[in-house]
């Protein structure tokens, strides 16, 4: 993390995005019967935030120094 | 077709597989070429979150409330972000400070604190329980309902076998000589295990294909694919409300709070924290762990919902029980082999967390525990072995079989009553209280020890009444009525709706109360109570770990002697061990032996961060001072440190004097400088004045003499006149310069005084004698006026007698003629005697009454008035007069003539000194 001041703000700023993510009210929208590809909408939005929050992170901790 | 001897062999040669790559990482970090410095490793290692839990419970826990597993795995994602600021703070805290355990973490930062350190050990034990006999439970259910392969029977839980008979005993025993086997083969002074490490991360690798394998069965083999599973799950009245989880809000409450539960799990499990804090070789390895470690955990939680489904619709008729899922969809299907890799990735997931969970809770138990208790009570016995190594192993041993058999223990009481997420989710909320202590710890200054003693206390006590005790109501140990009606009848303090607040799930229900008390009373009793010295001092050093570069301070304010200090750390780390490290410090600190090794606090404090590797800081702690006889710090020493203080301010105060002095003289030098600079100008003025005086006269002589040289012929009288003029000038110019010699030589003070006893009255006389042709040229009346009672003064009589010819000559030069009238008279005045010589000439204005006694200025416009003097006259007759001691002064009325006048002192003392001066 070449510069530490950028990088934690940025990765303070992803975890409050996960909060957002994962919790009410944004979880709410997705808590319906339809589905996305034969899967419920439910389960593929946490794992496709998921996946994205994680793929976030390895942004911020592993770019190239 | 699948024997129970196959399964107990299968899983044996397991665990040796797992025991071979221990030895071989234990192999390899003694010979220095660690297999686990590598941050793929230690995100693996991490991921011994994953436990049977995981493994068997999501899927059990999905197929009740369909995505409400998630948290669990949401929450460590979301901490895993913030990693890098608080993880790697605590890291590198338990680098300085030789952290060795959660305990010695907790104790280390609030002042070291034995008290303080076994309480979190009592709440880790005991939090932990559950969860290690989740684990058991995993196992022993997995293996019965293999033996019966190819028939799905589920263990009969009414059915109450004997102890001997029971498989889950027979499983704690084998995982007891198993962590003994990986955890106390040799003391490390780190507490670090190296192959205990790399044995985790192969397992996390082994549970996670095992879970992906039958996953990836399941959904497509047993089913078309995920569209086709959820298809046919949607069709099923039982599973469809399970995709719409969240019916009311209290749903999200449960998730908000499983999820923060989760994110403190993650830190403050004990394993946890023993693999990512004390078993952490890099902090650089944790800029991998933050997003492979989360990575890990979407990839095994993938398949759990189809699993779950797969198992609902597999098993319309129910009678299997949802956590089993996993090993029963194969056996269903007749596959074999995935069948027994299922119950090898249980297996793995389930002893990676007991191994790890029991070895980082016995090393709390020996060192925060067991230790300081002996130390303090049997001292003198302890304190006579020369070798405790061997002790503290066999502490470590006997905590590790206790600690595994109160898990099988609990498995007994109350593990049947529940579901295995439900018991995991205890021992998630009793770690949990460790949050408020340790961050609040990390980040702020102000918690004190009895603020963390209260809060923890307080959480503890909420937690066991409101998750623990309705376990053990449930499992029939205790009354029922205890839940419904609440203690002695009390419904206020109904376990499972506490002070009246109901309509949560249990979780949610405790983690608010026992946070609330927690953190209230943690904050709140921080801020009324007083931190001692140590725990101010280890205050500072947590939270400002990043910021402070030296190394810890000691508190340790006596001394040892340098023998004892290695003969004590020798008892625990080994005397060759011990002997090595000391001769390292004496290397560093370039003395020639050990001997010379001075036992000086930087000694003492190198003993005990030795020891506190060995059994942790508050132990550390109580043995060092059985050898040091530490001064406390008593009147004498806060008197020594207020002294420092007031020193240091005196210093400031010195500092602030000398600036104020250095200030004064640089105003001194800047004066001084204006002055010279002054001065320069006035030399110039003089030097440039000088030449122009000069060049008049001479210019005059010059013109003259040309006349006469070029003018052979001319008249008598002309030329009689033109040398008359030649010669005043001539002599003009003489004067001129005898004047300037005159005043550079008394100006300079190397002119030549010619003392001698005189009488002013005959100066005057002479000098009146002298200029009677300039009053009779004029024809101006002169006046005297001479007291006789006037006595001799000493004096250089030339001097005087320029003095008074130049103001009789001034006086009357300035008289008009024939009217003119100059006035000399002289008298005593006090000490001194005066002499006036006025004048009733043109007078001189009140401005130029200063300036006349200047060099070469004389009143009247220069330009246009014929010069009548060099100038210098008077400034010649006041440096004479002040020479002697005396004063010249003029006083005058423009038009109305004007008074010179000089004193003298008579007192020959003042004369003398003036003279030898």
Redesign the interface.
């Known amino acids: ?1 070449r510069k530490p001041g950028i ?2 703000q940025r ?2 700023a ?2 409050i995005l ?2 957002v993510l ?3 009210p944004i ?2 929208l997705f ?3 339809s ?1 996305l ?4 909408v ?2 593929v939005y ?2 496709l935030a ?2 994205f ?3 976030l ?2 942004w911020i ?2 770019r190239p120094r | 077709m699948l024997q129970g001897w196959v399964i107990v062999l299968t899983s044996f040669a397991y665990l040796c597989l797992l025991f071979a790559i221990a030895f071989y990482g234990d192999r390899r970090a003694d010979r220095g070429r660690s297999i686990i410095a590598n941050p793929y490793i230690y995100s693996l290692s991490l991921a011994v979150y994953a436990t049977a839990w995981t493994f068997y419970g999501s899927v059990g826990r999905a197929a009740a409330d369909g ?1 409400g597993f ?2 669990i795995y ?1 929450g460590p ?2 901490m ?3 990693w ?2 608080c993880l790697r703070k605590i890291i590198r805290i338990s680098k300085v400070n030789r952290i060795t355990s959660l305990a010695d973490f907790v104790a280390s930062r609030y002042g070291k604190s034995a008290l303080l350190a076994g309480l979190v050990t009592v709440i880790a034990v005991l939090g932990i329980l559950p969860y290690i006999s989740l684990q058991l439970k995993a196992i022993s259910n997995s293996f019965t309902i293999l033996v019966q392969y190819p028939a799905i029977e589920m263990p009969d839980k009414q059915r109450s076998v004997a102890v001997l008979q029971d498989t889950a005993f027979y499983v704690a025993m084998i995982l007891a000589g198993f962590t003994i086997a990986f955890g106390t083969r040799e003391l490390d002074a780190a507490e670090r295990h190296e192959g205990m490490v790399a044995a985790v991360a192969f397992e996390s690798l082994v549970k996670l294909l095992a879970f992906v394998a039958v996953g990836a069965f399941v959904t497509f083999g047993m089913f078309d694919g ?3 599973l ?2 046919r799950a ?1 069709a099923d009245p039982r599973i ?1 409300p399970l ?4 019916d009311d ?1 209290s749903n ?1 409450a449960s ?2 709070w499983l ?1 923060v539960l989760s994110m403190l799990a993650i830190m403050f499990l004990p394993r946890q924290f023993q693999l990512a804090v004390i078993e952490n070789v890099d902090e650089k390895h944790l ?2 762990a ?2 492979l470690f ?2 890990y955990m ?1 990839a095994i939680n ?1 398949f759990v ?1 189809p699993i779950a489904f797969g198992g609902l619709l597999s098993f319309p008729k129910g009678g299997v029980d949802a956590d089993t899922f996993v090993l029963t969809l194969p056996m269903a299907e007749q596959h074999t082999a995935l069948a027994l890799l299922a119950f090898v990735g249980g297996l793995s997931a389930a002893t990676g967390m007991v191994i790890v969970e029991t070895i980082a809770l016995s090393t709390m138990v020996c060192n925060d525990l067991v230790m300081p208790a002996l130390l303090r009570s049997r001292r003198l016995r302890l304190n006579e072995r020369q070798d405790l190594s061997s002790l503290l192993l066999d502490i470590r041993r006997w905590a590790i079989v206790v600690i595994i058999m109160l898990g099988y223990l609990y498995f007994r009481l109350a593990g049947e009553a529940y579901a295995l997420v439900s018991i995991g989710l205890i021992s998630f909320a009793a770690v949990a209280q460790f949050g408020p202590a340790i961050l609040g710890g990390i980040y702020w200054k102000g918690g004190t020890r009895a603020g963390a003693l209260a809060g923890l206390s307080a959480g503890f006590v909420i937690w066991a009444y409101t998750l623990l005790l309705p376990a053990f109501a449930r499992s029939q140990w205790l009354p029922q009525s205890l839940l419904t009606e609440g203690p002695f009848g009390i419904a206020l303090l109904k376990p499972l709706e506490l002070f009246g607040l109901a309509g949560l799930d249990q979780i949610t229900h405790a983690m608010i109360w026992s946070m609330l008390f927690n953190i209230g009373l943690y904050i709140g009793v921080s801020l009324t109570s007083r931190q001692s010295v140590v725990e101010h001092g280890q205050a500072t050093l947590f939270v400002d770990v990043f910021t402070k570069t030296r190394e810890p301070s000691s508190f340790w304010r006596g001394t040892a002697s340098t023998r004892e200090l290695r003969i004590l750390v020798g008892r625990f780390l080994g005397p060759e061990r011990a002997q090595e490290q000391f001769a390292a410090l004496a290397r560093e600190r370039s003395l020639r032996s050990l001997e010379d090794l001075p036992g000086d606090a930087e000694c003492v404090h190198f003993a005990e961060r030795l020891l506190a590797g060995a059994v942790g800081a508050s132990s550390a702690r109580v043995l060092i001072a059985s050898v040091v006889e530490e001064e406390p710090l008593g009147i004498e020493e806060v008197m020594n440190i207020l002294d420092e203080t007031s020193h240091v301010i005196a210093y400031s105060h010195q500092l602030e004097e000398k600036s104020r002095e250095l200030e004064a003289a640089t105003t001194g030098l800047r004066a001084a400088n204006e002055r010279l600079t002054e001065l320069d100008r006035m030399k110039d003025d003089f030097i440039s004045t000088v030449s122009h005086e000069l060049r008049t006269p001479l210019t005059s002589i010059r013109a003259l003499s040309e006349i006469l040289h070029d003018n052979p012929d001319l008249d008598r009288a002309q030329r009689v006149r033109f040398l008359g003029i030649v010669i005043k000038e001539s002599e003009r110019l003489t004067r001129l310069i005898n004047q300037v010699l005159d005043l550079a030589k008394i100006e300079s003070g190397k002119a030549q005084w010619h003392n001698s006893e005189l009488d002013l009255r005959d100066i005057i006389d002479d000098a009146l004698a002298a200029t009677r042709g300039l009053f009779e040229e004029k024809n101006v009346a002169l006046a005297t006026q001479l007291a006789a009672d006037v006595p001799r003064l000493v004096g250089d009589r030339d001097r005087l007698m320029q003095v008074m010819l130049n103001l009789i000559s001034n006086a009357v030069k300035f008289c008009a003629p024939d009217s003119g009238r100059v006035r000399v008279s002289m008298h005593r005045q006090g000490d001194c005697v005066q002499v006036d010589v006025g004048d009733n000439g043109i007078g001189i204005s009140a401005e130029n009454q200063r300036i006349v006694f200047e060099k070469f200025r004389q009143v009247g416009d220069t330009l246009t008035d014929r010069p009548q003097g060099t100038g210098l006259g008077l400034p010649i007759c006041r440096q004479i007069i002040n020479h002697f001691g005396g004063r010249l002064w003029v006083e005058s009325r423009l038009g109305e003539g004007s008074t010179f006048s000089f004193t003298l002192p008579l007192d020959p003392r003042a004369s003398d000194d003036k003279l030898a001066a």
């Open positions: 993390m990088d934690q990765l303070i992803t975890f996960g909060g994962f919790n009410y979880l709410s808590n319906t019967s589905s590809l034969g899967i419920p439910l389960y946490v794992f998921w996946g929050v994680i793929g992170v390895a901790a592993e | 995505i998630l948290p949401l994602t979301l895993a972000v913030l890098w600021m995920l569209a086709d959820f298809t949607r469809e995709m719409t989880p969240f809000f999200y998730w908000t999820t800029r991998t933050v997003w989360p990575l979407l993938v919902i």
